[in-house]
């Protein structure tokens, strides 16, 4: 056995104890939350058949699937010519017939066709998984890391863009954050504007550019559309549309003055005024006065994906690009032979989620730390007192430990310390003679007596209740 | 594109909403109950170098672990020799550096190294994540499948061992299981057998062969025996072992009686008798009592690994092999450098538990459904009527939907029987000039009339509500 230094492999990360009561604490509240909705969780393997996913990204995409060597001897039927050349690409499909999961998406899409005859549509799902891309690592660019996608397939009606509205702002809300912009545009919106001004054919280029307007302003996105063929002329056309303004009424309107000569761009308009007649219904005008949801015609995100409605979240309390996005596809699952399924959804993500709520002190203290009282060892001849204790407090729901060994003073409460316990409870001779234990509260140090009934009592109260999530989580009444 | 009909990777599986509501509640059950205890998770990521895992689990183990093919010109700096040869073992490090988890207890020494300086001894850890083997997949053998360990490392003290068997206690009562037997035995205990007959250097074999003794019988284990290289004479001295009988304290006794002359097998005895002395401190003695833990000397798993006590659970509700198992081993992370340190662990086979689960149909109902109601959709014009409605019931916590469309009532009917939500409500228009709904009991097929208001009550009270379970995980009183 080598005895090797050992280390990460390059573009993953451990998660200490504190980093996943954080995102545990992330992902059960989103999870929560969809559920409330009606969405329901599945789950696909971490590998697929390399087939199954190749073609699906496009050539970079390809490059970038983690490929899993075959098992055995995996050369015995590779192509002598391929190895003499050493052609790495072409031998790939010889020598493996698996690869990581790239994204949930096409693993969803090839669920959805294997599974057609035991789901009943709309199928509403959410997946909450790692994904793996071999792209270069840099600082919160990782190889491995989660997704985290809900979506509903087989339902064309818009009340499923409201409700994700509504799914965003209370996943949101529920995580602690108060200001946030939903920005929603339509891709038909899109479509309209360039067969309007002529060149129906470059509207890639054009939202390409358009999409840039935060970056690099309006002379640049200028720029950025003459150079992908666009005339001076056609700037002109589309300049009020780029700086669109006024409320999302006002937007809506001038937009079908300017798209009057385009039913698709008229169509799209109209999906948007759906969408927002649902959240109307619902209650939730308030969204719509105060800009939490916000029309936005520059944003395209993956254009070629979507055909309907399109949707990107912001925080306004932190500086981070997006942290979810989604809309409509009119066509998940032709790729695997299943033709006209029309799906909508949306990801949260993860990992921005996470710093922005490190950055904005919005984890509760619960979901840091998990025991609630260290019991100091003072020996054996202590645990006659202590063990009992200890087995009540864990009956009561209250999560504790007994430091295992009668190690100094200092290194147990270090210990504490290190673990981020709130409470130390000190049972000596003294204490055990007089029935009458010291607490000592560990953030602000201050020692107060307390028998042991007190202190099952005092830690139900002041602490997390472990037993009493899983009683609330198991039992029916 | 091509069009292939899609299939999954052999030996893996895809989750359906009701299999991942059953497996959240193993998970999260167990979860809760390792915290209470003061374990803390902690995730390691999917692939690691390939050097950390290579040599860790045997020749056979190394063929059983996947390899993923390096990225970009992979072949560029693989020799030409053994792509002539077709050396594929040989070939391997030069074509792939990174592999997947073969077992959470190798990347857990990588991790307790790595972070050595951050972390606080004794360490307690758990963790719940996939891992993969290439091994031949058959029925209850995947290629993808999680484990989920909980270990101390940093600490000899035999509460440890103790705190175990009160974990499996508490973890399986958790889930519904009442008769199970915890066995326990002490590697020491096998030395000191070895030992005693003068075959120090058979332990190996003796143990193999009588781990068999349920299996095969004594007759079987004998004969096992004998092949293996010990003696009519050494048989008569092993039969009483073997057969050892009576309670657990009159077990105890009798191995005192044989071992006297062994040093290391008495050692093993005293261990068991501590772990038992520190259950009686925690008023744990009715399962010592009741032969919910059992000395069991035939019980050996692992015995190259573990150097103190060993631990086997098995259900005795359902015909199913063991459920759990651990043990101490005395040096976790040496392979990565770090010497002296103990660990103690044990681990919880989560597909046969689930599997036994079934069976005995011990999943709540509360983990077969998430949504709890279903609006029928009667029409846009119901809208202002039902939107409101399904809004207030979310805030109130109730999971619900509303069906996307005006479809037949039957087609909403049987989306509401595929996922199992136990209740529909329908809203038409002679309901909404009432202002009373009706409500449907999907099991029984009533009906009753409900306002608005005693709706929201009734759900709440009678349904699981979403909206509580984050409220108690999240909030600090």
């Known amino acids: 056995m080598a005895n090797i ?26 999870r929560t939350v969809f559920k409330k909705f009606g969405y329901n969780e599945i789950q696909t393997p971490s590998f697929e058949n390399l087939s199954t996913l190749t073609g699906k990204y496009g ?31 072409k031998l790939i499909p010889h020598i493996s017939e698996k690869a ?15 599974h057609q005859h035991e789901i009943a549509l709309p199928f509403k799902r959410f997946q909450i998984q790692p994904v793996w891309r071999a792209d270069r690592p840099q600082r919160g660019r990782y190889r491995e890391f989660y997704q985290c996608d809900v979506d509903v397939v087989g339902s064309s009606s818009l009340l499923n863009e409201a ?28 479509s309209g504007i360039a067969e309007v001004i002529g060149k129906p054919e470059l509207i890639v280029d054009m939202t390409v550019a358009i999409d840039k307007l935060d970056k690099i302003g309006l002379d640049g996105v200028n720029r950025e559309l003459l150079v992908r063929g666009f005339t001076e002329a056609d700037l002109d056309l589309l300049k009020p549309i780029i700086l669109l303004d006024g409320t999302n009424d006002e937007k ?55 055909t309907g409605c399109i949707f990107e979240v912001k925080t306004n309390e932190a500086s981070m690009g997006s942290i979810g996005g989604g809309g409509r596809y009119d066509d998940l699952t ?42 100091a060892n003072f020996g054996e001849e202590t645990h006659a007192h202590t063990l009992p204790l200890l087995f009540n407090l864990r009956e009561a729901g209250v999560a504790a430990e007994l430091y295992p060994a009668p190690a100094k003073l200092k290194k147990q409460m270090g210990y504490a310390d290190g673990k981020q316990i709130p409470y130390v409870l000190l049972v000596g001779e003294e204490e055990m003679a007089s029935g009458s234990y010291s607490l000592r509260d560990m953030s602000s140090g201050e020692q107060q007596k307390i028998s042991g009934e007190e202190l099952i009592a005092f830690l139900t109260k002041n602490t997390i209740s472990c037993g009493n999530i899983v009683r609330n989580i198991v039992i029916n009444d």
Do not use: C
């Not at 993953?12 to 995102?23: G, I, L, N, V």
């Open 5 to 30: 230094k050992p280390s990460l492999a390059k573009g993953t990360r451990d998660f200490s104890p504190q980093e996943m009561e954080k995102r545990n604490y992330i992902f059960n509240t989103l």
């Open 59 to 89: 050539e970079e995409g390809d490059k970038l699937i983690f490929k899993i060597l075959n098992s055995g001897d995996y050369l015995v039927k590779a192509p002598e010519e391929l190895l003499d050349e050493k052609s790495s690409n």
């Open 100 to 114: 990581l999961r790239y994204d949930l998406t096409v693993p969803f899409a090839r669920y959805v066709v294997m």
């Open 163 to 190: 409700e994700f509205v509504l799914v965003y702002r209370e996943a949101l809300a529920a995580l602690g954050l108060k200001d946030f912009t939903i920005k929603i545009n339509n891709r038909k919106i899109l």
């Open 252 to 306: 809506l309107m001038s937009l079908k003055e300017v798209l009057s000569a385009s039913s698709i761009g008229l169509e799209g308009v109209t999906e948007i005024e759906e969408v927002f007649r649902y959240l109307k219904d619902f209650g939730a005008e308030r969204l719509l006065d105060n800009n939490t949801i916000e029309v936005d015609i520059t944003l395209a995100r993956g254009l070629n994906y979507y």
């Open 334 to 375: 032709g790729m695997f032979g299943l033709k006209g399924l029309t799906g909508v959804g949306i990801s949260f993500g993860a990992d921005r989620i996470y710093d922005v709520l490190d950055e904005l002190e919005l984890f509760p203290a619960s979901s840091v730390s998990s025991t609630q009282v260290l019991i």
